[in-house]
């Protein structure tokens, strides 16, 4: 993103758990700070040094350590990055339980360490549910050995919850036990164009009513988003008849046991969505192969680096009522225009992406400079209107630098300070990714 920096001299990349355990007591012992960095693909500065920290880099620990084919659990070494498990294990009819469009390099230990949700979440859940263990090394360099393979373990507190979501401010993940799905059977995909944001939910009901246990992802785009995909060359534009018109589109996936059952359901579908009375979308594409499957998808997915190469992008991960979507990016738009700054040479462009099935929009400023006049401008006024919804400031991208600050808009004031006192409990010298998190 271009829009955090530090000074550190130092990058280490150990190559053992013991390593890491190693350098984090002697960081401990001097009290030097250190920033984990995985994959460094995070939205929210959270593996980005603030200051001279030493970067710990687990870009060394890529070992498979054991895959069961049986129960689909696989345990691998944090740095692993997320594309080569799932190519890891396809050949044995699994998929990873997360999807993301950072899978080429973000890392495993990354994904739990920020909890990433992605494209996934609809269908397979949280990080929370689908990792079974950890391995961490504590900060003061103790190895905390949790890396079950066990679907049950009911013994006491789940302390690895602990370490999904820390961002690295509690330990530093080493290895991740995870539960991964047997691959799909048939997938398939179709984006719809929607004439008004208003039939988006509508829509979502009835697609979930009609396509029930193969539905497997709900994503949203709206037409700014759709329109700045397509400029920067992400995925398969739809033609000008099927773009006319449309005010967001929507990509609907299945994931099932038998393709002619599925196609059956999906073209059911879209049958009944084009010849109601009044018709819930303008059109609809549906993939006629599995080249096409990856280019819708990649319109989507695309979003995220289109925005990065039109500007400098003011980023807000909100969870909030399905409904409050679209008010939330209008309000936003109407708050720079009233403000003067909505222009070419300020802000290029105001939108919303996101996880309709998961109530996650993605509102996404994108413009020529990061300004704080535009900062201001923005906050706290995105934060206030999520709390106002009680919303969360992070429904998937974390804390990190950027929302320390807002932190309380989503958690109250018992929730934070128990978190304090969990970090200090774990990282009484503050060495874990100062600055992240917690203030
Ligand atoms: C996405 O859903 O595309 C990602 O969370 C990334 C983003 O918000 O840009
Ligand atoms: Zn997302």
Redesign the pocket.
């Known amino acids: 993103m271009g829009k955090y920096r530090g000074k550190s001299t130092t990058v280490l990349r150990p190559k053992t758990t013991q390593e890491v355990s190693e350098i984090v007591k002697w960081c401990n012992d001097r009290r030097i700070g250190i920033v984990p960095q995985g994959g460094n693909t995070g939205?929210v500065g959270g593996s980005v040094p603030l200051k001279d920290e030493v970067i710990l880099s687990l870009s060394n620990m890529t070992q498979v350590r054991s895959f069961d084919p049986i129960s689909g659990i696989l345990v691998a070494d944090a740095g692993c990055i997320l594309q080569s498990l799932t190519d890891y294990v396809a050949p044995h009819n699994h998929i990873m339980p997360l999807d993301?469009?950072?899978k080429g390099s973000c890392q495993i230990g990354g994904n739990v360490s920020t909890n990433a949700?992605?494209?996934r979440l609809l269908r397979y859940g949280s990080l929370h549910g689908s990792v079974l263990g950890l391995e961490v090394v504590l900060p003061d360099g103790t190895i905390l050995d949790q890396l079950t393979t066990l679907r049950k373990d009911n013994t006491g507190y789940d302390l690895k919850q602990l370490f999904i979501g820390a961002e690295g401010t509690l330990g530093i993940i080493t290895a991740v036990s995870i539960l991964t799905p047997p691959a799909p059977q048939a997938s398939n995909n179709v984006i719809l164009a929607l004439p008004r944001f208003e039939n988006v939910l509508p829509l979502y009901k009835t697609v979930k009513r009609q396509l029930s246990e193969i539905l497997s992802a709900f994503?949203f785009i709206d037409r700014t988003a759709y329109d700045l995909a397509v400029k920067h060359g992400q995925g398969r534009a739809l033609s000008e008849d099927e773009v006319e018109g449309a005010e967001c589109f929507v990509l609907v996936e299945t994931s099932g046991g038998k393709r002619e059952h599925d196609e059956e359901k999906l073209n059911t579908l879209l049958e009944s969505l084009l010849e109601a009375d009044e018709p819930l979308i303008n059109t609809g594409v549906m993939a006629q192969n599995p080249a096409q499957f990856s280019s819708i998808w990649a319109l989507?997915?695309g979003?995220?680096e289109a925005?990065s190469k039109e500007g400098k992008?003011y980023?807000y991960?909100i969870s909030i009522p399905l409904s409050t979507f679209k008010e939330c990016v209008d309000l936003t738009r109407e708050r720079l225009r009233s403000k003067g700054l909505l222009s070419e040479d300020k802000v290029k462009a105001v939108m919303g992406?996101?996880?309709v099935g998961d109530g996650?929009l993605?509102l996404?400023v994108v413009a020529n400079a990061y300004t704080e006049e535009i900062q201001d401008a923005l906050e706290p006024f995105i934060y206030e209107l999520v709390a106002s919804h009680r919303g969360s400031v992070s429904a998937?991208?974390g804390i990190g630098a950027m929302k320390t600050h807002a932190l309380h808009y989503s958690k109250n004031e018992v929730s934070v300070a128990w978190m304090k006192r969990i970090k200090a409990m774990f990282d009484p010298n503050g060495i874990m990714n100062p600055g992240k998190v917690l203030e």
Do not use: F, I, S, W
């Open positions: 939205l993301l469009g950072a949700g992605g494209l994503e989507r997915e979003v995220t925005v992008a980023k991960d992406y996101g996880h996650n993605h996404n998937e991208h």
